[in-house]
């Protein structure tokens, strides 16, 4: 009882802790204390895929004049974020384009320090969100967000819907304890741990990662690991892009519960890694699937 009281205080004590963005008098304060004025926006370049997808969410696509494209992954809505201009990749957007777009704002996610910097030396108001985190900072972003794209109602909106399927999805966890795992890598074999934004969807959902008792942010698997776990089900996210190569990777997968119940797939990354409102949807599609899963 006591192992257990201490993981779920540390949980809501990172969830206190560690917001992304914050709101303090009229100022919106992101990563590493960058910070905005809290007002209204209107022409926005975005760099972060999961501010995208808000966005869109939100209604607030119209703000959008340019985006930074990723080079192995979509960004939803997909019929409708390939038609948006592009300011380079989200490795390394282009300071030049941005500039030509004159924003009244950018916003960049936590690997784009360098980006910011030289936006702020030509005066463009630049926030640097570093959402991924955890379920708490995306349900406060998007109130701060509405606020940002006037799109206040809508946020409103969205953020009671997205904390809905949230609690649904707390109160849906069975009691049998499932075990598994979402992969990182094949080779070696890797996969997220608790902390980590899949790892996360992983203990909502109702499945106890087997990577709990390794150290790291992606622990390395070991055969003998793996046989003593013997996880029920097992997720390839990342380059992972089939059963197959999973299998073939890890030929002692076969002798596990999920490899001889066949309960093993593919997750779409964007939808596990990208801290955005669309996570909360993409649980549910997950219980659904481990709910008619031979276990």
């Known amino acids: 009882m006591g192992k257990k009281l201490g993981v779920v205080l ?90 030509a777009l004159q924003p009244d704002l950018v916003i960049v996610n936590g690997m784009s320090i360098g980006l910011a910097d ?5 005066n463009i108001p630049v926030l640097i969100n570093d959402g991924t985190k955890d379920f708490k900072n995306i349900l406060e972003s998007i109130k701060i967000f509405g606020k940002l794209f006037d799109r206040e109602k809508e946020s409103e909106n969205l953020y009671k819907e997205s904390k809905e399927k949230l609690k649904i999805l707390e109160e849906r966890k069975k009691l049998k304890e499932i075990k598994g795992v979402i992969l990182y890598s094949t080779n070696p074999m890797m996969g997220f741990s608790k902390e980590s934004l899949p790892g996360q969807v992983l203990e909502l959902i109702g499945v106890k990662n087997i990577t709990d008792g390794l150290i790291g942010e992606r622990p390395i698997i070991s055969p003998e690991y793996l046989l ?41 990354s964007s939808k596990i890694l990208r801290g955005s409102p669309r996570i909360f949807n993409t649980m549910e599609e997950l219980k659904k699937e481990i709910e008619n899963a031979k276990i």
């Open 10 to 99: 540390g949980f809501l004590l990172i969830n206190i802790f560690s917001f992304s963005l914050e709101i303090k008098e009229n100022t919106v304060y992101g990563y590493q204390n960058n910070n905005i004025l809290l007002k209204k926006y209107n022409r926005i370049v975005v760099t972060d895929p999961a501010v995208i997808e808000t966005m869109y969410m939100l209604n607030a696509q119209d703000k959008i004049v340019g985006i930074a494209g990723t080079k192995n992954s979509k960004i939803w809505p997909y019929e409708e974020t390939k038609k948006l201009l592009t300011v380079g990749n989200t490795a390394k957007p282009s300071l030049e384009k941005i500039i």
């Open 118 to 122: 030289s936006l702020k030396s030509k």
């Open 228 to 268: 003593s776990e013997n996880p029920q089900i097992i997720m390839g996210a990342m380059s992972i892009s089939s059963v197959k190569s999973i299998k073939e990777a890890n030929p002692f997968i076969k002798n596990t519960i999920a490899g001889k119940n066949n309960n093993i797939f593919i997750v779409d």
